[in-house]
């Protein structure tokens, strides 16, 4: 397991979820990243998280296409993206 | 630009026309390291995502996508700057150095020493002479059935008195109070068996949260995130009922981990999964146990060795009622005489002893499964195999479990 203070490491596993599009697990491990990185309380990681699941549920109940979902969990790995470059800690 | 990093360029360009998935990965680790900032490695990384993500893409977009990657090869190698790579690294190393101060946490949450526990209706008796269990770390207990696994996890958590001996709770209880009623709050126990939940999931979690004094906005956010972090936002309206056997210990994880445990002790929770969703419960217990932020110890029973021990901090063992404490797991094996290996085979046991015999002393026993080879420091696996497909024997599976805590369940055979 990566050490959880090995913050280079943990940023490339979950980029490495994106680029493989195992966006689950991508949302998930940042979830753990931006509580453990991030030194204000709020809800950036949740919020993605919760539109994620709320795209797959859309995509289920076919209220979107495969194809809008496709476009809408690409804005979701880019906000996973930015939550990683976002994060600054001295 | 440097001719190098021309041709660099140039070469990562011909494999992305070949094989852009291969020429992506190229790419995103060339942008790594002559990148004058972090975007373009997103951008390469998305481009990745949408490759990954679609199967059945339209050819035209896929071709635009690899012109893309082409695009951002040439655009890594002309705005290569040696001062902005350097001073990017040098930023990236301070946050390195920052992050590293943040030392996971590691108190002493239990200590138990010399504990018993007695039945007057039965010969049964328990015994720990000592266990610590520490924030941030995952201690396994395996053992065969009804050697006093479920005992000890109830003890532990306090739904059973101890007939001798200590526990104590340094972390959860600093002056040793032992008020079982304060301790309990900061304890989460998931029996094997999962009591049925009534009506709507989120709502059980709240009133949970609640019940351990999370209120109000405290109590959205811890809920909300509990169901986020376990991934289950797409079952909260549906009843336990229509849950998978997944899924329910998902929720029971979600009931426990919502009142914010620093002792998490779970029994048996992978009994009833497939072995993938064994893998990611796990998982997700590892991460949340080792949280930087807010650590958790687990102590977890389970019958599936391999995989709690490639999870877990120490192992314990129990036999008979008497708890043996391995220590890190990593040390397991460490001080053994023997090697001793797992095979399985189609062959019959009595062929497979026979051609054995052209091996340094070794001693091979069947436990109706797979058979098992104990042999000597000196004898690898590497050779093992070796004699065993010389010999043209069929292999199914082959497991050197030398330093695994399987050892423990054969040593009458040693």
Do not use: H, T
């Given at each position: 397991m990566i050490a959880p203070?090995?913050?280079?490491?943990?940023?490339?596993?979950?980029k490495h979820f994106v680029a493989t599009?195992?966006?689950?697990?991508?949302?998930?491990?940042c979830i753990d990243f931006y509580r453990d990185f991030n030194n204000q309380d709020d809800d950036a990681a949740i919020l993605v998280s919760t539109t994620y699941y709320l795209i797959l549920i859309e995509e289920k109940s076919g209220l979107i296409t495969s194809e809008q979902a496709l476009v809408r969990k690409q804005?979701?790995?880019?906000r996973i993206l930015n939550i990683l470059k976002e994060i600054q800690i001295n | 630009m440097s001719i190098n990093l021309q041709n660099r360029a140039n070469s990562i360009k011909g494999v992305?026309?070949?094989?852009?998935?291969?020429?992506a990965e190229l790419l995103s680790d060339f942008a790594e390291r002559y990148g004058a900032d972090t975007d373009v490695g997103d951008e390469i990384l998305l481009i990745q995502f949408e490759l990954n993500a679609s199967s059945d893409q339209d050819p035209a977009h896929q071709k635009k996508l690899v012109q893309k990657l082409v695009e951002l090869t040439d655009q890594v190698a002309e705005r290569y700057d040696q001062e902005k790579v350097a001073a990017r690294l040098q930023l990236e190393q301070e946050m390195i150095e920052a992050a590293k101060k943040r030392k996971l946490e590691n108190g002493l949450v239990l200590a138990a020493e010399g504990i018993e526990k007695k039945y007057r209706s039965s010969r049964f008796h328990l015994f720990a002479e000592k266990l610590e269990l520490?924030?941030?770390e995952i201690t396994g207990l395996v053992g065969e059935n009804a050697t006093g696994k479920t005992t000890l996890l109830r003890i532990l958590a306090g739904d059973l008195a101890l007939s001798k001996g200590q526990v104590r709770f340094p972390l959860l209880d600093p002056q040793n109070k032992l008020d079982w009623g304060d301790i309990k709050m900061k304890?989460?126990?998931?029996?094997?068996?999962?009591?049925?939940?009534e009506g709507p999931l989120v709502e059980a979690l709240r009133f949970e949260a609640s019940r351990h004094g999370i209120l109000g906005e405290a109590n959205r956010r811890t809920v909300d995130y509990i169901i986020q972090r376990l991934g289950l936002a797409l079952h909260t309206e549906k009843a336990w009922a229509e849950l998978s056997g997944g899924y329910k210990l998902r929720f029971a994880l979600a009931k426990a981990l919502v009142s914010k445990p620093?002792?998490?002790?779970?029994?048996?929770p992978l009994a009833f999964l497939d072995i993938k969703t064994q893998m990611v419960v796990l998982m997700d217990i590892q991460a949340l146990a080792k949280s930087l932020r807010d650590p958790i110890s687990v102590l977890i029973s389970s019958q599936h060795l391999h995989e709690v021990e490639s999870v877990a901090d120490q192992m314990l063992f129990m036999r008979d009622g008497h708890l043996e404490n391995l220590g890190p797991t990593e040390d397991i094996g460490q001080d053994r005489r023997y090697n001793l290996f797992e095979v399985g085979t189609p062959l019959s046991f009595k062929k497979f002893e026979k051609i054995l015999q052209d091996l340094e002393y070794s001693r091979a026993w069947d436990n109706g499964v797979d058979y098992y080879v104990a042999t000597p420091l000196s004898v690898d696996a590497d050779q093992i195999l070796q004699l065993l497909l010389a010999k043209g024997i069929e292999i199914r599976h082959f497991r050197d479990i030398s330093t695994s805590v399987k050892t423990k369940f054969y040593e009458n055979f040693l």
């Open positions: 203070n090995n913050i280079l490491e943990r940023k490339s596993e979950i599009a195992k966006l689950e697990e991508a949302v998930r491990r804005q979701i790995a880019a | 992305i026309w070949e094989n852009p998935m291969r020429g520490r924030l941030g304890i989460a126990f998931v029996p094997q068996e999962l009591p049925a939940w620093q002792l998490l002790i779970l029994d048996e």
